[in-house]
């Protein structure tokens, strides 16, 4: 407070740097973004999220099912008919007030649109099973263990629409 905003911005660099890769680093690269934004914190949010076009992806959905079972059976059932080679690990969590179904892994950020663009045409056997007010999107791997900490889906969506379409 006494050096001003910019020895502050410095000393948060330098954070950032020496912490990169755990939670201290985050918060400092979250905080350096909010700054430099001069304070809009849906920008800042939304930038918390980084492009890896070449990093492992993962898809998710989320939705409030009637049965989480149900769900991932159905999803299996659909890998089977269109993707029979492919050997993809179906997964749920309960993401606040909705259940979250992601589906690894995918080598990059175009083998995920590649499953995304067939996936946006093929809804509606997951709300046959009673999966309602669905979210679907490409996420990579770390950008997935940020949203879950967060927990801040719409924010996750703007930076999925700049950047994945």
Do not use: C
Request: glycine fraction near 6%.
């Amino acid at each position: 407070k006494t050096k001003g905003k910019d020895a502050y911005i410095k000393e948060l660099e330098a954070v950032k740097e020496a912490y990169q890769g755990t939670e201290i680093g985050e918060m400092a690269d979250f905080t350096l973004r909010l700054l430099k934004n001069d304070g809009n914190a849906e920008e800042a949010a939304a930038s918390i999220y980084d492009t890896a076009p070449k990093s492992i992806h993962y898809y998710v959905i989320t939705g409030t099912a009637e049965n989480e079972k149900n769900v991932k059976i159905e999803l299996d059932k659909y890998h089977e008919q269109y993707f029979g080679t492919k050997n993809f690990q179906i997964n749920s969590l309960v993401f606040g007030d909705k259940n979250l179904f992601y589906i690894k892994q995918f080598v990059d950020k175009a083998e995920v649109l590649k499953y995304h663009t067939e996936m946006e045409g093929n809804t509606t056997f997951l709300t046959n099973v009673g999966l309602r007010s669905i979210e679907s999107y490409a996420i990579s791997e770390a950008n997935f263990q940020t949203l879950v900490k967060s927990n801040k889906e719409k924010e996750y969506l703007r930076f999925f629409w700049k950047n994945y379409n």
